[in-house]
């Protein structure tokens, strides 16, 4: 070999192989801070989710309490009301008892009998009709083959 290919060779190699080992050592870094940045990230939105998770499940129960509270006072409220209502004496004369068929003929229904577009029954033919309602009297209604003086002592 000449002189020249062997200064060549030499000079590639000088050139050549510290260029190689620096582009092995970069590679092999981007990949491990790669690796490292992706790693961090799912943790972090990991975390992140848990932590809005938990936040949204203590929100529900704190929702839960509110409404377990409202219902045990509305509830409360209703048997202080029907305690009220039962220790008063008896009225001498009892207001008249409203039964679903009197809600049909005219000279049976309440005074302030009305119909209410927002209580709505479905017809036959399948379209929403209103029905009446009275807010100052309840109604009963008797199923098929009971006799209202059988159940007029109640």
């Known amino acids: 070999m000449k002189f020249r290919t062997r200064l060549l060779i030499l000079l590639l190699l000088v050139a050549l192989v510290p ?28 975390s992140g989710a848990e932590t809005l998770l938990h936040a949204l499940v203590d929100d529900y129960a704190r929702i839960l ?12 409220s209703q ?8 220790a008063l004496p008896v009225p001498s004369t009892p207001s008249k008892i409203y ?5 049909a003929s005219p000279d049976g229904q309440p005074d302030d ?15 929403l009709i209103p029905i009446p309602i009275s807010f100052s ?11 209202r003086r059988a159940i007029a002592d109640d």
């Open 113 to 127: 009998l009305r119909m209410s577009q927002s209580h709505l029954r479905e017809s036959s033919e399948g379209r």
């Open 137 to 147: 009297q309840q109604v009963i209604f008797l199923t098929a083959g009971t006799d």
């Open 19 to 46: 260029l190689s080992i620096s582009f092995f050592v970069q590679r092999t870094s981007i990949l491990h801070f790669g690796n490292k940045l992706a790693e961090d990230t799912r943790s972090f939105l990991g």
């Open 99 to 103: 039964f679903a068929d009197d809600y």
């Open 65 to 76: 309490k509110r409404d377990r509270t409202m219902a045990l006072l509305t509830l409360q």
């Open 79 to 86: 048997a202080r009301a029907v305690e009220y209502l039962l």
